[in-house]
């Protein structure tokens, strides 16, 4: 079955340096994988995704991932984070076939420090 | 608009009661979809609606029960919640189901007492 896993459940970076937060699938074929990104009692919202083609994708609020199907990995990256960017981030794999669904990992929390 | 909005937003029912949530898009989306999150969890997946018809159901409680009455409008009917239900509902949309690049609304916080 489908899965992502998020070995990282907490991680803090002071503001202004890079980040990456780790994600590592589990999927025959090539997976649909997502970013979202959730501030504290609010909705998720899509940070990217990948399909297929370019393993470089970039998203929203200065964000990218890249695909590396050699080691099951589909790492977000941002080059300088922001105070706005301390949120809750999960990375999640879409289900293809009959049953098309969306599964989550179980999150990374992010904290920035001054 | 771009925006999925639930109402409301903070719901506390008594185990008794029987109570709606509500959701709705104007995207031109046809599926749309019932989450259920736990605090420091993620999203789980409840049901699934596809171009109005009931597509996944996550073998939730009968207590839950799912409505789409047209393609903009999605309902949660809660009856006979226990404690263990308190959590923040999650609704959302995507063109399709096949598509998964959703858009979620911000949540229902429920508490039932």
């Known amino acids: 079955a489908q899965s992502v896993t998020q070995p990282d459940i907490h991680i803090t970076v002071s503001e202004g340096a890079s980040l990456e937060l780790r994600c590592n699938y589990s999927?025959?074929?090539?997976?649909?994988l997502f970013w979202y990104v959730q501030s504290p009692g609010q909705g998720l919202q899509l940070l990217l995704k990948y399909f297929s083609g370019d393993t470089l994708v970039q998203g929203i609020k200065g964000f990218e991932a890249e695909f590396k199907r050699s080691q099951s990995s589909f790492n977000l990256r941002k080059p300088s984070v922001h105070w706005s960017d301390a949120a809750e981030y999960f990375c999640a794999v879409g289900h293809s076939g009959g049953y098309q669904k969306v599964t989550f990992g179980t999150g990374t929390k992010l904290q920035v420090i001054p | 608009d771009t925006e999925v909005t639930q109402t409301p937003k903070h719901l506390v029912m008594g185990m008794t009661n029987k109570k709606s949530l509500k959701c709705e898009q104007h995207?031109?989306?046809?599926?749309m979809y019932w989450y259920k999150q736990k605090a420091k969890k993620p999203p789980e997946l409840m049901f699934v609606?596809?171009?109005?018809?009931?597509?996944i159901n996550e073998s939730v409680p009968s207590r839950f029960s799912p409505e789409c009455p047209n393609s903009s409008l999605l309902n949660l009917h809660l009856h006979a919640l226990q404690p263990e239900d308190s959590a923040l509902y999650l609704c959302a949309s995507s063109p399709f189901q096949g598509d998964y690049g959703y858009t979620f609304g911000s949540g229902t916080r429920l508490t039932v007492v």
């Open positions: 609606y596809s171009y109005e018809k009931l597509s």
């Open positions: 995207m031109g989306h046809r599926a």
């Open positions: 999927y025959g074929a090539t997976p649909y």
